[in-house]
């Protein structure tokens, strides 16, 4: 592999740009095209607005060929509002005034981490998560923001994780960090560096550290 190839050379930002490269190939083929995870949210959100339900969806991605930028081509059935970070402040609260407002706007598409925090958007009964996020607590914010005051129906949430893939690790890291999360808050202990070691921390993230030497 090119990244073996590079020896100490080799960082610990190579290797997230790395797994940032293969998430945006598990969200769309670059070559055709194709998304077998965007053909099936736009199956379930053809039966879902039937029902009356409106959908937040986000993903870490913006641009037009892995995220955001690409839902909105791909679902514009549903009349869908953009939020990003890339838009100002006023754009922002444009788009969120015309979702809740709106009923036909049938989807909300949303950059994670701007997206994350501060919004109340109980219009929505369905939360979508395109690609995963490393930390558990932040998808738990962000599917919180249907959970609010005014909520009348039970909220659903999607996530989509490509088997025998990086996002398959991914999620693997997840499911050990909501346990480990869950257990330490349990035990009020909340210091994880004290209770793992150097090489079980950079575990959490699928990555190795080379005892000896720099190289990770």
Known sequence: MRLDRAGDTVTIVHV?????????????????GKSCKIDDIRDRLRALTVEGQRALIFSQFTD??????????????????????QMTATMRNAAIESF??????????????????????????CVFHLDRWWNPAVEDQAESRSHRLGQMSPVTIFRYTCINTIEE????????????????????????????????????FGLSKQRGGRRI
Request: aromatic share 6%; net charge neutral; hydrophobic share 45%.
């Open 64 to 85: 037009a060929t892995f995220g955001v930028a690409r839902l909105a081509e791909a679902l514009r059935e549903f009349r869908p509002v953009v939020y990003t970070g």
């Open 100 to 125: 809740m407002r709106d009923p036909e706007r049938k989807a909300l598409l949303l950059s994670l981490r701007a997206g994350g925090q501060g919004l109340n958007l109980q219009a929505a009964s």
């Open 16 to 32: 997230l740009e790395l797994i940032s490269r293969l998430k945006q190939i598990c969200n769309v083929d670059p070559e055709s």
């Open 169 to 204: 690790r991914i999620d693997a890291k997840l499911r050990k960090k909501r346990e480990m999360f869950q257990e330490f808050v349990d035990d009020a202990q909340l210091d994880i560096a004290a209770s793992l070691n150097e090489s079980e921390i950079f575990d959490l």
